[in-house]
């Protein structure tokens, strides 16, 4: 089975820019959620998506969104970039129910640089 | 609010030592508990997870943990450490309630000495 990818894994934009980040589930997982790790921290939860809704989010604001695709793909968006978004996004895919449910599978991340 | 606590911010160990990565939790109900480990550059790789019953579970690469619900303790154990265990560990909690979300500690990152 494969396992979750990311694309890109490294990226750099400028303040104010926006940027889009993909991510691949694993084969049988049907929900995805996304996290963001600062640098010297561990990973925060941004938001979950599951059946194409946003299900469950996390303390972040607006100008993060994001999109589930009907292969349980998913994108995350992030508009007006501040220098604090740089960080590494996190994307991982489960499925909701089976003896996996409730377990999350992390692609290798995308490097998001904002200078 | 949900919280998890790993004490260390970095451990070194010889190699061949035992070894145990302490994590403490705050919540409410019973935990859905995991370590993950992150090599550099690398996402996250889940060693191990307690959901119920036996309070001591095994995971890959040798790594245990034990739940103790009175300390709100998970801590990861391995009695013998190979130098490619170096790497950064996350202890989280499964918050199923707010959508599958996962609430991660700081890391700890491990170092071996040969």
């Known amino acids: 089975e494969t396992g979750v990818t990311q694309s890109p894994t490294h990226l750099i934009k400028t303040r104010g820019q926006q940027v889009t980040l993909r991510c691949s589930s694993q084969s049988g997982h049907n929900t995805v959620s996304w996290y963001q790790q600062a640098l010297g921290q561990g990973p925060q939860f941004i938001f979950q998506y599951y059946r194409e809704e946003e299900n469950g989010r996390g303390n972040f604001p607006p100008r993060f969104s994001g999109l589930q695709f009907p292969n349980y793909s998913s994108e995350l968006n992030v508009n007006a970039l501040e220098l604090d978004d740089s960080a590494l996004y996190l994307c991982?895919?489960?499925?909701?129910?089976?003896?996996?449910?409730?377990?999350?599978?992390f692609g290798a991340g995308s490097r998001l640089t904002v200078l | 609010a949900q919280s998890v606590t790993q004490p260390d911010i970095h451990i070194t160990v010889s190699e061949g030592a035992s070894l145990e990565l302490r994590c403490n939790y705050s919540y409410g109900a019973t935990p859905y508990l995991f370590w993950y480990v992150q090599s550099p550059g690398q996402g996250l790789q889940l060693l191990l997870k307690y959901f119920s019953g036996d309070t001591l579970v095994q995971g890959i690469k040798g790594f245990e943990a034990e739940f103790k619900r009175s300390q709100s303790s998970f801590n990861l154990r391995k009695p013998s450490v190979h130098w490619s265990d170096a790497a950064e560990y996350f202890c989280?909690?499964?918050?199923?309630?707010?959508?599958?979300?996962?609430?991660f500690g700081a890391g700890t990152i491990l170092r071996v000495k040969s």
């Open positions: 989280a909690v499964g918050l199923w309630e707010y959508g599958n979300k996962l609430v």
């Open positions: 991982a895919s489960s499925s909701s129910g089976g003896p996996g449910a409730n377990v999350l599978t």
